[in-house]
């Protein structure tokens, strides 16, 4: 019996579950696209020009760490609150902010974005080498302001650097949010995002645009979908996996019915317009949670719900985060530094893996493991690859592998001492350094015993394993 810092318990059997996992490599799934991992942040973070700034050295070095072609989001809550203004010039005061995701606890203070942050942003993208889905006031703002934004930023950026416009985030709140009156519903909406999106392309011809990015309401998907399935890229929704107070490790690492009622909502939309989708604002829990947020095991659901979004058809996924946020992967700021949460690493799982096709893979004997995983795919170099998350807080596991005909294979894994832990957490043995250094300092071998691979997969824990 463990005690473990958040006060749960987790009882360890003593012997390890045998599971056999077979891979059919002529059964290929949906493909893992370069720029399918993204991190999200609060609109208001462009009033510091700053901060997506070529000169946040660190920042750039930990998100190219997640690879060359990934996607930023800029939205959130705060979106609806902040103004563009093409003759402002930044402020003493926004030169020094650092925006955590919003916590619903206070009034948000509106925010100016001037040309200098966008000039500013391309030099950020330009060094990471990120694309970015650029969100427009809808809550607050007007169709001729939105469209000037539009264009500055599209000058500025270039056509190459804006994977899509998004007007307006989570409008299925905005009678919550008491940004419309409690009448407003969809076919208001629908109406509005049409003016918005008709004044934007007048100014910027072929502007490329994705939405509804709701927040709850999966009935808006569809007939969003079936409107303007002419005129936009990619569907887009936002998902966070448990809530508070109820939320725990647990419940986290256990399948989501939730999620699995969205991926559906997605691929009937996805049948009927052939309009692929992407989760543009997603994770563990609104606003957070200390305990649970910010601890391993967010990193192994991290990992494996990427893979889980992957292998049902997701082109993409943003993690939102900034600031000290509970749930940020990246954590600080300019003057203080960064720091890689426990999240982060397993988003750099899902780096060193790579893009490709995912492949076939079958589970059996895991009746006594019931939250272990396994995702297959065939790398852009064409080697194997096999990531093994192993969600169960109780028990060890053996994986005998089947089918990956290859002579040779090197095992990365991803670990902690605990699942509740914040800190200790490495991948291959090493730790990601405050500019995103990050080595392989721990890899092993495996043999195989007539074709047949047996790596272990500790309770709470990711395996990757790639195959020669």
Request: proline share 6%.
């Amino acid at each position: 019996m463990l005690l473990c810092r958040s006060g749960w318990t987790e009882t360890v059997s003593p012997s390890p579950v045998v599971v056999d996992l077979t891979m059919d490599l002529s059964v290929q799934g949906h493909v893992i696209p370069p720029d399918f991992t993204g991190l999200s942040y609060e609109q208001t973070q462009l009033s510091n020009p700053e901060f997506f700034s070529a000169s946040n050295s660190q920042l750039v070095g930990m998100i190219s760490r997640l690879g060359r072609h990934g996607v930023l989001r800029l939205g959130g809550d705060t979106s609806e609150y902040t103004f563009w203004d093409r003759s402002a010039k930044p402020s003493g005061i926004s030169l020094k902010t650092t925006a955590g995701p919003d916590t619903g606890q206070h009034p948000i203070r509106p925010a100016t974005i001037t040309p200098d942050a966008i000039r500013q942003l391309k030099t950020f993208l330009d060094q990471t080498g990120w694309s970015v889905i650029y969100g427009l006031n809808l809550g607050q703002g007007t169709p001729e302001r939105a469209a000037d934004e539009a264009a500055f930023v599209m000058q500025t950026l270039g056509r190459e650097k804006i994977l899509a416009f998004q007007i307006g985030n989570e409008p299925d709140a905005f009678t919550l949010n008491r940004l419309r009156p409690n009448t407003w519903g969809l076919d208001d909406y629908l109406l509005e995002w049409d003016r918005f999106f008709q004044a934007v392309r007048a100014r910027v011809p072929g502007a490329p645009f994705a939405g509804p990015d709701t927040a709850t309401h999966l009935n808006w998907l569809l007939p969003f979908a079936r409107k303007f399935q002419h005129e936009i890229k990619f569907l887009s929704s936002h998902y966070y996996a448990v809530h508070r107070p109820t939320g725990t490790i647990d419940r986290l690492l256990t399948p989501n019915e939730r999620l699995q009622l969205e991926i559906a909502a997605f691929q009937q939309a996805e049948q009927e317009t052939g309009l692929k989708f992407r989760m543009t604002e997603t994770n563990s829990c609104p606003s957070g949670k200390e305990g649970v947020s910010d601890t391993f095991g967010a990193a192994i659901w991290a990992a494996d719900y990427m893979y889980q979004l992957a292998e049902a058809g997701c082109i993409g996924i943003n993690f939102h985060g900034g600031g000290y946020g509970w749930y940020t992967p990246i954590a600080g700021n300019p003057e203080n530094g960064f720091l890689a949460r426990p999240e982060y690493y397993g988003l750099l799982l899902l780096a060193k893996a790579g893009p490709g096709r995912l492949v076939s893979t079958k589970l059996s004997g895991t009746e006594a493991s019931p939250h272990l995983t396994a995702y297959a795919l065939r790398g852009l170099d064409g080697r194997l690859r096999l990531a093994l998350f192993n969600k169960n807080v109780d028990r060890n596991a053996v994986v005998r592998i089947h089918g990956a005909n290859a002579r040779s294979a090197t095992v990365t894994r991803l670990t902690a001492p605990r699942l509740s832990d914040t800190t200790d957490v490495t991948l291959a043995g090493s730790v990601v350094g405050a500019d995103g250094n990050w080595t392989v300092l721990v890899e092993e071998r495996l043999s195989s015993h007539e074709g047949v691979y047996s790596v272990s997969a500790k309770r709470g824990s990711g395996v990757l394993i790639v195959f020669g």
